[in-house]
């Protein structure tokens, strides 16, 4: 079960932390994997390790934001393999409310959040069109719910949700699928970074409350969330489309 033999696996931001553990665990399936990524360090440095546990993987730099790159990749990938799998997973964060959000911030991300997924599957959607395919979109429980002092973040997740909707309606008779993961916190740079930034020499303490924000007490684990990406882009999941999947500690549910 759970085999990836033969497919071909494009995660984007596939070098940290949800990505990173996407790319690893698509890789050990059997995947071939292809890491676009702005930080070409960090996709070489797992391109490495993933060869070393003789998986199969590439590195790409790109900045998804940027549809002229993205293109040129993405062509560059197909030209050579059927990309059967699209993980939009490569993502940026904002803290603050409405007031505490420039126009620069909005802007920024937007041009990550949503643009980058945009471009993502424009580049990829004619050549899944002719065999199919698996989209999975990263979003979140922000996507839903919002989040407080999240203003531009939460924004951009509820996109990534309804754009999860629209592509599963219009390319349902291509035999392409899409849905998407919704994660509360996950344990991850992205969250190091985050508290480093806007909470100095408070980070401990920060780290204890965003953790007790799941009702199960802790935040999630990268692998985790990519074991339940492994599912939803198996064959196994053949049945599953226009969904979303909170993977949540209890956030959604049972806050309040
Ligand atoms: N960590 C969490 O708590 C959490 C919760 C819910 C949703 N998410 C979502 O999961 C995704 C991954 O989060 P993470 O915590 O693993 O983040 P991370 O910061 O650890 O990794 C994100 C990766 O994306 C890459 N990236 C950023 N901008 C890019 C761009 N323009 N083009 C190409 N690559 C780019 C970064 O270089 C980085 O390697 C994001 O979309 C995030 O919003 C994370």
């Not at 959607?125 to 990263?138: A, F, P, V, W």
């Amino acid at each position: 079960m759970f085999s990836l033999a033969g497919k071909t696996a494009v995660i984007t931001g596939g070098g940290s932390g949800i990505g990173e553990a996407i790319s690893k665990a698509f890789a050990k399936q059997g995947a071939e994997v292809h890491i676009i990524e702005l930080d070409s360090d960090r996709a070489n440095t797992l391109v490495s390790e993933i060869e070393s546990s003789d998986g199969k993987a590439f590195g790409h730099q790109c900045d998804v934001s940027n549809q002229e790159q993205t293109t040129k990749v993405m062509k560059s990938i197909s030209d050579v393999s059927k990309i059967d799998i699209l993980i939009n997973n490569a993502g940026i964060a904002h803290v603050g409310n409405i007031e505490a959000t420039s126009e620069a911030d909005m802007d920024r991300l937007y041009n990550v959040n949503i643009k980058g997924v945009y471009n993502c599957i424009l580049a990829c959607i004619e050549s899944m069109k002719s065999q199919g395919g698996t989209i999975l979109n990263m979003a979140s429980i922000a996507s839903t719910v919002g989040i407080s002092e999240r203003f531009a973040y939460s924004m951009t997740k509820g996109a990534v949700l309804t754009m999860t909707y629209s592509i599963a309606k219009d390319y349902l008779d291509y035999g392409i699928r899409c849905n998407s993961i919704s994660p509360a916190r996950v344990h991850t740079p992205f969250v190091d970074n985050f508290i480093k930034k806007n909470y100095p020499g408070n980070e401990k303490e920060v780290f204890e409350k965003l953790s007790k924000t799941q009702p199960i007490g802790r935040m999630g684990k990268p692998e985790e969330v990519a074991n339940l990406a492994l599912y939803l882009c198996s064959d196994e999941a053949s049945f599953i489309t226009g969904t979303d999947f909170p993977i949540d500690g209890g956030y959604i549910k049972l806050n309040g």
